[in-house]
């Protein structure tokens, strides 16, 4: 608890390994974020293709998209 104190009220320049531990929190933010919204990503993508499906087929058959 002690460090985390003297962390906060240090005011001296960011040393590279606080920059590294920055990038590190940030990384795994973002490793995160991907994990949880891959599922709604390879949902929208389904639907996608099955969009284009649907008009390439309504093309070929001589309908129009709507």
């Known amino acids: 608890m002690s460090f985390i104190k003297n962390f906060i009220a240090d005011e001296s320049g960011a040393s590279a390994a606080e920059y ?10 973002i490793a995160t974020a991907a994990v949880a919204l891959s599922g709604e990503v390879t949902e929208a993508l389904v639907d996608a293709e099955a969009a284009l499906q649907t008009a390439d087929t309504a093309r070929t058959a001589g309908v129009p998209a709507d």
């Not at 590294?20 to 933010?29: D, E, K, Y």
């Open 20 to 29: 590294a531990l920055i990038l590190a929190i940030v990384g795994a933010a």
